[in-house]
């Protein structure tokens, strides 16, 4: 067979509403449309929350001062023919 007809959605269609009912399935989609609100509410309440928020005291940092010259380093330095 090439595909389903109309026919097959039509069979498919009322065994749903015979096993759901009516009322069941308008309560089931108005359940999904519960969620879908309280998703995008969520996404909006997510955008403001994730913007930076700004220290309330100054942000220290650490100055790293250059090492002195390990041994190794001197060794290699003196052993230059110039």
Not at 51 to 57: D, G, Q
């Amino acid at each position: 067979m090439g595909g389903a007809s109309i026919w097959h959605w039509i069979v498919v269609g009322l065994i749903v509403v015979l096993l759901f009912g009516r009322g069941k399935i308008s309560d089931m989609m108005g359940d999904v449309a519960k969620g879908i609100k309280a998703f995008k509410k969520g996404m909006a309440e997510d955008d403001t929350a994730s913007k930076p928020v700004e220290p309330t005291e100054p942000v220290r940092t650490i100055d790293h001062q250059a090492a002195a010259p390990t041994a190794t380093t001197t060794a290699t330095t003196n052993n230059k023919v110039g």
